[in-house]
């Protein structure tokens, strides 16, 4: 007795013949179907592609052509102005440079009882730093007592010098933030900065370092997310491109063509960048001679040094 079911008829040569055809069929329209699949994910891909990097132009475009932004407060000239106070050297509180609009250039005291001290300098430059280590206690000194002001104005000409960290950037920006929100530490960052400097062509300090060296300063940690952020970034950019066009203000000189600038009552100091006595020389000189024009008196022949015998 058989357990199996019916006998099924063997298909023709004619039925298997069609039986293959149609399965080709039907595998050459599955293949047709994943070629349009991936066709269209394909076409996508290049679409969204194609967006990308259409995003990335036009945000690198308006990144080019976006305004430098608002500058930092307490530096309306473009520079800090520092004076005498009754707690040691404080900044002239002046209000940001708004958004397109040029600085305002300080107004020199013009009494001719007080040297208008102007320096242009950029962190990374190791001239300036030789000027500003020799002569910053000179400066000081002059600046508490009231036989002087100082306007310092931090700009960036070194930026490709840095081994791509655009230290004289992030320095100078720095620099801003420690305007903006603890003017009263400047001078003191300001010289800490040069006792610290890096040497040219090196990656220069990390921001972790300037913030540590503002805090030194006396900054309060408020600078720490300025200095981050390169936050004055634009304004840096915009001054650095100010003082190189020119022309200077309250001087005679066209433009900074190069770092340290260093002006008293408008006139430039050429002399020693490590001869503090030099310095000290050119400005009593230069008050002198304003303390004379501003009172219409002969300006004084200075007695020459004898010559060693």
């Known amino acids: 007795m058989s357990t199996g079911g019916p006998t099924q008829p063997r298909p023709t040569r004619n039925e298997r013949r069609e039986a293959a055809r149609e399965k080709a069929r039907l595998l050459r329209e599955e293949q047709k179907k994943r070629d349009r699949r991936n066709r269209l994910l394909i076409q996508g891909g290049v679409v969204v592609a194609i967006l990308a990097v259409a995003g990335l132009v036009i945000g690198l475009v308006l990144q080019s052509t976006k305004p430098a932004g608002p500058g930092p407060a307490n530096m309306a000239s473009d520079g800090i102005l520092l004076v005498g106070g009754?707690?040691?050297?404080?900044?002239?509180?002046?209000?940001?440079?708004?958004?397109?609009?040029?600085?305002t250039p300080t107004e020199p005291d013009e009494s001719g009882t007080v040297a208008n001290?102007?320096?242009?300098i950029d962190y990374l430059c190791p001239y300036c730093g030789q000027f500003e280590t020799t002569n910053n206690e000179t400066m000081r000194t002059m600046v508490e007592s009231g036989a002087a002001t100082l306007e310092v104005h931090p700009i960036a000409i070194l930026t490709n010098k840095s081994a791509g960290t655009q230290y004289s950037l992030r320095a100078a920006n720095a620099a801003a933030c420690v305007a903006e929100y603890s003017p009263e530490a400047f001078f003191d960052f300001n010289g800490l900065m040069f006792e610290n400097q890096p040497e040219e062509l090196s990656a220069g300090l990390s921001n972790d370092e300037i913030k540590d060296i503002a805090a030194e300063a006396g900054a309060s940690s408020s600078v720490?997310?300025?200095?981050?952020?390169?936050?004055?970034?634009?304004?840096?950019?915009?001054?650095?491109?100010?003082?190189?066009?020119?022309?200077?203000?309250?001087?005679?000189?066209?433009?900074?063509t190069g770092t340290p600038t260093v002006l008293v009552n408008g006139?430039?100091?050429?002399?020693?960048?490590?001869?503090?006595?030099e310095f000290q020389a050119f400005v009593l000189q230069a008050a002198g001679e304003s303390y004379s024009?501003?009172?219409?008196?002969?300006?004084?022949?200075?007695?020459?040094?004898?010559?060693?015998g």
């Open 267 to 277: 006139k430039q100091y050429v002399g020693s960048l490590e001869d503090t006595a």
């Open 293 to 308: 024009e501003s009172n219409g008196t002969p300006t004084p022949t200075p007695t020459p040094t004898p010559a060693a």
């Open 224 to 256: 720490n997310a300025c200095i981050d952020e390169t936050r004055f970034k634009g304004w840096v950019q915009a001054a650095t491109q100010r003082a190189l066009e020119g022309p200077i203000p309250n001087s005679e000189l066209d433009a900074v």
């Open 117 to 120: 001290i102007v320096t242009y």
């Open 86 to 103: 009754e707690n040691g050297i404080e900044a002239v509180a002046t209000p940001a440079i708004a958004d397109g609009e040029d600085p």
